[in-house]
């Protein structure tokens, strides 16, 4: 698999290619690449592409059962407009022209809100921050601990989640889930689009935990 700063015009393959397949291209930060052509060096400035994570489908309309999804905090180092590459082991790698369409973290909880509305068949699904905790009955508090994609071609979400009973604010569950998913054709488009159906499968474990 390509180094993701590396990769801002090449495909993201769901298969384990050599690295040194990739040796030829690399940017650093916010670093122009560099171009070594007919004895002269030219700098380009690849475009930048943008990414939303999306639900199974709409939440359903009017009321329900009245739950609040948030707050929804991200490991420190998902957290940052690029998505985000597992090369080996021990070493990620970021896609500087590949990134997150607005805050990943209102993106996540508007995503499991939407999902959890769906599983539950419930409209009145509410996303931290509100204003008072009105009718709500339960609170749904997530970490996301892990969120790449991986040498492999998968994309993987590792979360723990915790719920708390309203208005008394008393913890009734405490839960974490790991799951990959593959991508189905090489590309960006293709990790979000798995990383939207890890969120659909999160948003399932914890509705059957409600």
């Not at 790991?178 to 474990?205: C, F, I, K």
Request: aromatic content about 8%; hydrophobic content about 40%.
């Amino acid at each position: 698999m390509p180094n993701a700063e590396m990769r801002s015009s090449a495909p993201l393959a769901t298969t384990r290619r050599p690295p040194s397949f990739w040796h030829w291209c690399l940017v650093i930060g916010n670093s122009c690449l560099l171009v070594l052509a007919a004895g002269s060096i030219t700098s380009c400035a690849p475009s930048k592409s943008y990414y939303l994570l999306t639900p199974e489908g709409p939440a359903p309309s009017g009321g329900g059962r009245g739950i609040g999804v948030g707050p929804v905090a991200v490991a420190a180092y998902i957290d940052r407009p690029n998505l985000v590459f597992q090369e080996s082991g021990n070493r990620l790698a970021v896609a500087e022209s590949h990134r997150w369409a607005g805050d990943l973290e209102d993106n996540v909880a508007s995503v499991l809100a939407a999902n959890l509305g769906r599983r539950l068949g419930t409209g009145n699904v509410r996303t931290y921050p509100w204003s008072d905790d009105g009718d709500l009955t339960r609170q749904i508090s997530i970490d996301i601990r892990q969120m790449h994609g991986t040498a492999d071609g998968d994309a993987f979400l590792e979360a723990a989640w915790r719920v708390y009973s309203l208005p008394d604010r008393r913890m009734t569950a405490s839960r974490s889930w790991s799951g990959t998913e593959p991508l189905e054709t090489d590309g960006y488009d293709a990790l979000a689009a798995a990383h939207s159906r890890l969120l659909a499968r999160l948003a399932h474990e914890i509705g059957g935990s409600l």
